[in-house]
């Protein structure tokens, strides 16, 4: 029986969405911020827009995983 290694193991994969997510964070709450001066309206749009993005995020990669283009074809 082949057994296939992961390309990337699942916690290296949720490490790297969270601390992405953390960087967004704070660049949503930086330019918002920096656009209006006011940080309940900074703290408001980041929230929102960490929510909608991150449903978005879910969706485009659901529809990504069922395309084969620009994947390796690995004999097994």
């Known amino acids: ?35 209006t001066g006011r940080y309940e309206v900074a703290l408001g749009f980041m929230i929102v827009s960490n929510v909608y993005t991150s449903i978005a995020y879910y969706f485009h990669e659901r529809v990504w995983s069922g395309i084969a283009w620009g994947r390796k074809v690995t004999a097994g």
């Open 1 to 35: 029986m082949d057994r296939h290694e992961p390309l990337e193991y699942r916690i290296r994969s949720l490490t790297k969405a969270i601390t992405y997510r953390i960087i967004i964070l704070v660049l949503d709450f930086a330019a918002v911020f920096f656009l």
